[in-house]
């Protein structure tokens, strides 16, 4: 098993910046990718970023250029800096690991966190 714990959630003017964190921990030797999510109210939860263990990432559209995702291998942690944020980034935000796949398709995760807030206003 594998626990994930999110932090550095909170609120900011668009514009500004946060930085994510995702400490896992437990049987974490064969994860092979992990990423952030994130859902709205009333809305479907999306694809933010993902890292394989190699390094090779991966954006959504709506946040390329913007945010940031980066891995600490010998902390066991997942980052995801976020900059030029929009009211639109306002969600839920989570991690997730999976030890086979690795997208932007949170059904493809067997192991997610349980969320830190992510609010922006204008």
């Known amino acids: 098993q594998v626990q994930l714990v999110e932090s550095g959630g909170g609120s900011v003017q668009g514009g500004g910046s946060l930085r994510l964190s995702c400490v896992a921990s437990?049987?974490?030797?064969?994860?092979?990718?992990m990423g952030w999510f994130r859902q709205a109210p009333g809305k479907e939860r999306e694809g933010v970023a993902s890292i394989t263990r190699h390094g090779t990432t991966r954006y959504a559209d709506s946040v390329k250029g913007r945010f940031t995702i980066s891995k600490d291998n010998a902390k066991n942690t997942l980052n995801l800096q976020m900059d030029s944020l929009k009211p639109e980034d306002t969600a839920m935000y989570y991690c997730?690991?999976?030890?086979?796949?690795?997208?932007?398709?949170?059904?493809?995760?067997?192991?997610w966190g349980q969320g830190t807030q992510v609010t922006v206003s204008s």
């Open positions: 437990g049987y974490t030797s064969n994860l092979y990718c």
């Open positions: 997730a690991a999976d030890p086979v796949r690795c997208s932007l398709l949170g059904d493809n995760f067997d192991y």
